[in-house]
């Protein structure tokens, strides 16, 4: 995530981080579905409008970064050197964000998702606008010569690549493998 430059800025994302951090503590300690944006108000020390500034819904409180995500597949498509062949540069960006998800620590939280309807469903309509912008970014790319459909089913397949490997029980060889795939499909697809 990028650091914020101005004193506003900053105590603004102090504020956000503060309550991301207090409703990820308390949906762990209580459970998702027992703590309410209420909760996670008074515990973090600001009102419920200020929760709904920073976060649209309860969902998006366990996946504050997600912005930060999306940003870094796109980027990886588009801050990647001139030379450099994309699928390399995407596979190696899915593996740092799926070395992330799988970190120590993580496994609660990924329960709690997998546990929660709520929350498997905000997650699946997130990788679709994670699909959608990366194809985008692909679209637009210059130096990627590909049809509309070759976009789209590469950037899903990346995301679906990140999904399955923060499932696996060797996430690094489950990016590998789809990886091999998406580039076998995306070397078929060339002009």
């Not at 939280?109 to 905000?122: C, K, Q, T």
């Amino acid at each position: 995530m990028t650091e914020p430059s101005g004193r506003r800025e900053r105590k603004k994302a102090a504020t956000r981080q503060k309550i991301a951090d207090t409703a990820l503590r308390l949906f762990l300690e209580r459970g998702y579905d027992v703590v309410g944006i209420r909760d996670v108000a008074a515990e973090a020390d600001v009102a419920v409008t200020t929760v709904f500034a920073h976060f649209a819904s309860k969902e998006a409180l366990v996946f504050e970064r997600d912005q930060d995500f999306e940003q870094r597949l796109t980027r990886a498509v588009t801050d990647r050197p001139p030379l450099e062949p994309l699928i390399p540069a995407l596979h190696r960006e899915v593996q740092a964000l799926v070395r992330h998800c799988t970190a120590e620590g993580s496994a609660p939280v990924r329960r709690m998702i997998e546990g929660s309807p709520a929350l498997r469903e905000y997650e699946e309509s997130m990788s679709l606008r994670h699909a959608h912008a990366l194809a985008a970014a692909l679209a637009a790319d210059p130096r990627v010569s590909r049809s509309t459909t070759a976009c789209r089913a590469t950037a899903r397949f990346a995301i679906d690549a990140y999904a399955l490997a923060c499932r696996a029980d060797d996430p690094g060889a489950t990016v590998d493998e789809v990886f091999r795939m998406i580039k076998a499909a995306w070397e078929a697809t060339a002009p």
